[in-house]
């Protein structure tokens, strides 16, 4: 039986539109930094690109620096704490911005906030913070400075714009939404002075130094061009039905699931529901053979399968986090494969029923 790809969040399967571009890029011999015609054509695709990206998430050209990744984007925090900054971060964002929290309170140190709009793992949307008459805003009880929002998983998927955001910085990557992998941005308010995310020859206006990947860049913008059409079409819409209709067939086959975020706005791809008792990487390896592609909590952990702090932060129990798994669909997702996911998941609920019994 053919595969079911059920991962979207993990990595969207490139668009046809992101492979043209990167094929056309292919032919393009020069340094985006030399002087020369070849130079200047390569710089042209990485500019073209750049307005695509812009345009996508609301920003101006100039506040688009390009990374391999958002994690790489992520690193400007590192920077923000070594000028004597701390940083907040909320309890649910990935653990890319996890990584970079600051042990110590903050005391009396500017604070810089991280957050996800969009959680990798449950699709739960956030709230984001109002500032404000002196510019700064509240969290927590902590007056914070800088707000970073982590906007991987919303581009494309829901209304976002930085500029309206609120926010200071934001990281997005290209894979998330039918790019290619290895190429990101980190979005940057026009006057924020930062350090350079690297050192060296001073590309992307003396951000992120380093030749710039023209190929995977020219892929991303048009990703970001194409994942901005679907979003104004409504494409959306259909696939939230298809989700509703997934959790109600895993609920008539299993009444004890827990469906995480249901009752709260998220996003209309994103399914993640546990079955108590039957731990989440056994799930995933059974649905895996039988020819369907989830995963169990985030997927930038180095194929760990493991309890998810998401799930403990927003106040779930062992069980839960170590039982939940994530089903993320795409915008070719078919009913007639949420049906057979939803058929194939009933019967290896039994299976493992029938086991535990």
Known sequence: MKRCYLDHNATAPLVPEARAAMLAAMGLAGNPSSVHA?????????????????????????????????TEAVRVLANAKAHGGAVLVQPTAHDALWAHRSPE?????????????????????STLPKRDAQGGFEVDGTHCRWLLVDATQAVGRMPFAFGWSGADMAIISAHK?????????????????????????????GRRSGTENVIGISGFGAAVEAAQARLERGDWEAIAARRDTLEARVAEAAPDAIFIGQDVPRLPNTSCFAAPGWKGETQVMAMDLAGFAISAGSACSSGKVRESRVLRNMGYGEDIARSAIRVSLGPDTTDEEIARFADCWGAQWERHMARVA
């Open 38 to 70: 070849e130079g200047r054509a390569a710089k042209a695709a990485v500019e073209r690109a750049r307005a695509q990206v812009a345009a996508g998430v609301g920003c101006k050209p100039q506040e688009v620096v390009f990374t391999s990744g958002a």
């Open 105 to 125: 309170a903050p005391g009396e140190a500017a604070v810089t906030y991280a957050m996800g709009l969009a959680n990798s793992e449950t699709g739960v949307i």
């Open 177 to 205: 939404l039918g790019g290619p992998k290895g190429v990101g941005a980190l979005i940057l308010r026009e006057g924020l002075d930062i350090d350079p995310v690297s050192l060296g020859g001073g590309q992307e206006m």
